[in-house]
């Protein structure tokens, strides 16, 4: 997942964010959701049919993150055209992606792995304390 804004720790507020599901042998982007939380022409009153609007959350961007995962994992129409599933989901540490994906669908079967430069960044921190 990424962000066009980066979180600062303690604030959480970008308008948009980006996600893919890349597969494990092809290394290519299999496929992609965003998350918005603004549209410029929805603020200038118009309407919606009017426009191609992506205004598509409402929720805070953290939150983003586990909303575009449970699409991605739960809801891919690429997957399930080809009667593919995710084995295993390589994430960072923050345990709300694996919840929002359990909470939709408890019985799905899914490795998590962690993501080898977020767990430098967090065994950084743990040995600069």
């Not at 980066?6 to 992609?32: E, P």
Request: aromatic residues 8%; hydrophobic residues 35%; neutral net charge.
């Amino acid at each position: 997942m990424g962000w066009s804004k980066r979180g600062t720790g303690k604030s959480y507020n970008s308008m948009n964010g980006y996600a893919t599901l890349i597969g494990y042998f092809t290394r290519k982007i299999v496929d992609y959701a965003t998350r918005n939380r603004k549209c410029k022409a929805c603020d200038i009153s118009s309407a919606r049919e009017d426009h191609d609007c992506r205004l598509n959350f409402a929720g805070s961007a953290k939150a983003m993150e586990a909303d575009a995962a449970v699409e991605l994992v739960l809801q891919s129409e690429i997957l399930r055209g080809v009667g593919l599933g995710v084995g295993v989901l390589i994430d960072d540490e923050d345990s709300s992606t694996m919840s929002s994906i359990y909470k939709k669908d408890p019985d799905v079967a899914i490795f998590k792995l962690a993501d080898k430069n977020n767990q430098s960044e967090i065994l950084g921190e743990n040995f600069m304390n």
